[in-house]
């Protein structure tokens, strides 16, 4: 098994209270476009192109991207987990600004551990943090992430700097 997790979601769409993780819809853009002009988003997630047009955003919703983080029916960030390996899997987010600072990605991380754990039987998931992204490494240890060590020149940037990377693993029994 490899690649993006989305069908083995029961109804694609796992939820925690008023959270939901939901598959992309195409009236999504707008909000991807939005968040994704955040110089933030655009410095932590070196995949986002720059500058971030309402077509990236369509082609966003279109792919194979995961799942829209949903507070209350917005779109409050991106969510996805990728099985890299005999059960193991990596995971990425992102949060729009407006919604960071109230655990949201803290409970979608959550939510899709506990999945990827209990259901799917993975045995690592793996979670990968610029080394200076303080915000998202809080994130991942307030989920049972462990830090493992630094990737030296591990992520490539646009601009075409490489920057050095965090890997943090999360395995069974550990997740909060």
């Known amino acids: 098994m490899s690649g993006l997790v989305r069908s083995a979601f029961d109804g694609d769409e796992l939820r925690d209270g008023s959270l939901v993780l939901s598959p992309w819809r195409e009236d999504d853009a707008a909000a991807v476009y939005a968040a994704c002009q955040d110089p933030e988003i655009q410095l932590w997630v070196p995949a986002i192109p720059r500058p971030y047009t309402l077509d ?23 969510i996805r987990l990728r099985v890299i390996a005999a059960e193991t899997g990596r995971i990425g987010y992102w949060c729009a600004r407006h919604e960071r600072r109230r655990g949201i990605a803290t409970r979608a991380l959550r939510v899709v551990c506990r999945h990827a754990l209990d259901e799917l039987g993975l045995l690592r998931i793996e979670l990968i943090t610029d080394v200076d992204n303080v915000a998202s490494q809080g994130v991942a240890q307030k989920a049972g992430f462990q830090r493992e060590g630094v990737l030296r020149s591990h992520l490539r940037h646009p601009d075409g700097h490489r920057r050095d990377s965090v890997l943090f693993s999360l395995l069974p029994g550990e997740l909060r």
């Open 56 to 78: 990236h955003a369509r082609a966003y919703v279109a792919g194979d991207n995961g799942f829209a983080i949903r507070e209350h029916g917005q779109v409050a960030g991106a």
